[in-house]
């Protein structure tokens, strides 16, 4: 059996775009590593001059996440907005505004009753912090 997640993509004013399930690695040392090494160094802008290491806006940014973890059938899947209940272990919400260097990553432990925050921080320390085998809080 996977572990299971899901993450969740915000707009500049905290809406919610969409959600993405990943039925198996969904675990901080799986999915958010990929998630962390990913995004770090990508900068959320409004409008671009060049491709290289940038996002335009929350809903590109979404669109280039699930673009690269989606290669073929199966381990990951798109969700309406509010999804929730489908088994998840943790679930990441990556949120970030124009301007922001990188987008922030925040990883919760989804209990039976509520979501309990193990970290939050920009992408590239996010990384560093889910790469750890003994984060602090376990």
Known sequence: MGTRSLTVFTDNDGKEICRLYRQYDGYPEGHGV????????????NGYGSVDHVANGMDCLAAQVIAHFKNGVGGFYLMAPKTKDVGEEYVYFITGKTGDH?????????GRYKLKSMFKAYAAEFRDWAENPERDGE
């Open 102 to 110: 990188e987008a922030t990553i925040e990883c919760f432990e989804a």
């Open 34 to 45: 990929e998630l962390g090494k990913f995004l770090a160094g990508i900068k959320i802008v």
